[in-house]
């Protein structure tokens, strides 16, 4: 289920991000209308634990809810890139079709390696999910 229902109220939770997640140093994410129930969310976040997670979202809404078309999340450490997510369809690979088009490209080879991604969604945000997998991460380390 979608918390946001309307564009107003996702841009209050962007824009406060760094006051709900204290792992979050900076934030230059932006959300830019596009034209009437359109908009684009884009930026970076910088994370205390030396990562940054690059982020874009195509967001729509209509009859109240808020929707993302489309979207890409790139994570980096410095300048590698250790994964990234997009939601661009891969119908021809059978083991990515239990959260189609939803996947995570990740090495090796990180163009063609892709898994699912059960932890993201058009109907819900997204943020919260990458988050807490790079302070998991950190966790790990």
């Known amino acids: 289920m979608n918390p946001f229902q309307s564009l107003r109220e996702y841009e209050q939770f962007i824009y406060s991000l760094a006051e709900d997640f204290p792992v979050i140093r900076r934030s230059t994410l ?20 030396n990562i940054r997670l690059r982020v874009y979202e195509l967001l729509t809404w209509d009859d109240g809810v808020l929707l993302i078309d489309a979207y890409s999340y790139d994570v980096f450490q410095s300048d590698s890139q250790l994964y990234w997510y997009d939601s661009q369809p891969h119908p021809h690979i059978p083991s990515l079709a239990s959260t189609d088009p939803h996947h995570k490209h990740i090495p090796p080879d990180i163009k063609h390696n892709r898994i699912p991604a059960p932890g993201l969604s058009f109907t819900a945000p997204n943020l919260p999910y990458l988050i807490h997998e790079i302070e998991a991460r950190k966790a790990d380390d």
């Open 30 to 49: 932006t959300i830019v209308r596009l034209g009437r129930g359109m908009a684009e969310l884009r930026g970076e976040v910088d994370f205390l634990v």
